[in-house]
């Protein structure tokens, strides 16, 4: 378990600048939630710690190991991350246990060790009893946690969420909280999870990043962003409620 900075990463698009100048020290095992209004650049960061994305300015470090800089791009396959979009998109002909091994046969993972992860990775989020079904036999939450479970199945030490839970109802995603809690639990894996919520990062995350037009507003825990906001914009951020 590596530690992951952001030193001063930028990003443009032509002459916008959509990340300004973003510095950030995520801990191993951390839960850290980017959290601000739609097209702030949220998305953005993901992007580049996926690899999905090169950075303008700035870099990226896991550890000792560069992940991006102007001079240097790890690709995406050789990061080792896992991720769960709002869009959870899985297979529609295949069972939840063959949806959740893919990445493993993508990586020729052998048959036995195949078993193993894939049974772990469906305790995890207690999906054991739904393994032959398809996705269109599961309820919403059932197949987020299909995705959840496909995220972990390559033991990443780090885990990328985007929005995860917008597409669900309300009742649902508080269930889903506790989920992606146990989740962070039960894994121990560092996790960035992108939410325009504020409700949503107060409730799972140790740490939140607030961001507003790229750049970062404050860096702190959700006792403190709500106790000691750093100024106006972030206090009445905050106290918008959902
Ligand atoms: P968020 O996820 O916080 O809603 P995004 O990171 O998706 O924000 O977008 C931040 C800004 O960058 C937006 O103004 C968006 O239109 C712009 N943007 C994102 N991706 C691209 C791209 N590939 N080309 C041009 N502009 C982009
Ligand atoms: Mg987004």
Known sequence: MARLSLNAVSKSFGDKTVVDALSLTIEPGQFVALLGPSGCGKSTILRM?????TVSAGDIQHGDQCLSSTKFHLPTEERNFGM???SYALWPHMTVMENVGYPLKIQKVDRQNYQ???QDALDIVQLNDFKDRLPSQLSGGQRQRVALARSLVTEPDVILFDEPLANLDRHLRES???TFREFHRRTGATMV???????????LADQIA???DGQLMQWSTPEDLYTRPNNEWVANFIGQGS
């Not at 710690?49 to 994305?53: D, N, P, S, V, Y």
């Not at 325009?196 to 990062?201: L, S, T």
């Open 49 to 53: 710690l996926a690899g999905f994305e």
């Open 116 to 118: 193993r992860r894939v």
């Open 176 to 178: 889903m909280e506790i």
């Open 84 to 86: 769960v979009f709002q």
């Open 210 to 212: 607030v961001l507003k």
């Open 193 to 203: 999870y992108v939410t325009h919520d504020q409700a949503e990062a107060m409730a």
